[in-house]
T-cell receptor
Framework: SQQGEEDPQALSIQEGENATMNCSYKTSINNLQWYRQNSGRGLVHLILIRSNEREKHSGRLRVTLDTSKKSSSLLITASRAADTASYFCATDAGNMLTFGGGTRLMVKP | NAGVTQTPKFQVLKTGQSMTLQCAQDMNHNSMYWYRQDPGMGLRLIYYSASEGTTDKGEVPNGYNVSRLNKREFSLRLESAAPSQTSVYFC????????????FGDGTRLSIL
């Protein structure tokens, strides 16, 4: 079974709009990570947020973490067509990561 | 700097055949991992190796074996392939412990007929 569950499963927006993806998990974690996967490629790490952090920014990415609700969100601002990809959250509870099912984002030019 | 390299990129097998998927990393990471990804789903951990000389089962280890050949190389073997093992297999290195991200190869697309 997967620790993280992303919502929505699929998201379609216009270029320039913001995209928000949510992740819920079940057990206590050390940190939570977000990865991107372009079609036919491996996963690429985007951002890591520790369990004692509430918000983190990296360029156009903003990640929040609410450990009391066991949830996280990834916001991509001013989206571009190149942001079209699948996005996965992954929780680190010890010596391995557990991935969610992903959100497929399509950004239309 | 190649990162994580997987070979082969594509493979078609018949049921019952065996094969080994190869993975090598050049980032001097202690930890390495094998995942499978089925259509429309996230990654599920098959096996991992926290350091040279150690391996542990992940979520879906049945039907697979692994070898941590040295610090750089971590191979995944299917002894008797089954259609249910048709998937995309990803190798990764780095990761948990020290709050470091994992680095992934581009995958091996395996079809078992």
């Amino acid at each position: 079974s997967q620790q993280g569950e992303e919502d929505p499963q699929a998201l379609s927006i216009q270029e320039g709009e913001n995209a928000t993806m949510n992740c819920s998990y079940k057990t206590s974690i050390n940190n939570l990570q977000w990865y991107r996967q372009n079609s036919g490629r491996g996963l690429v790490h985007l951002i890591l947020i520790r369990s004692n952090e509430r918000e983190k920014h990296s360029g156009r990415l903003r990640v929040t973490l609410d450990t009391s609700k066991k949830s996280s969100s990834l916001l991509i601002t001013a989206s571009r067509a190149a942001d079209t990809a699948s996005y996965f959250c992954a929780t680190d509870a010890g010596n391995m990561l557990t991935f969610g099912g992903g959100t497929r984002l399509m950004v239309k030019p | 700097n190649a990162g994580v390299t997987q070979t082969p990129k594509f493979q078609v097998l018949k049921t019952g055949q065996s094969m080994t998927l190869q993975c090598a990393q050049d980032m001097n990471h202690n930890s390495m991992y094998w995942y499978r990804q089925d259509p429309g789903m996230g990654l599920r951990l098959i096996y991992y190796s926290a350091s040279e000389g150690t391996t542990d089962k992940g979520e879906v280890p049945n039907g697979y074996n692994v070898s941590r050949l040295n610090k750089r190389e971590f191979s995944l073997r299917l002894e008797s392939a089954a259609p249910s093992q048709t998937s995309v297999y990803f190798c990764a290195s780095g990761g948990p412990g020290g709050y470091q991200p994992q680095h992934f190869g581009d995958g091996t697309r395996l079809s078992i007929l």
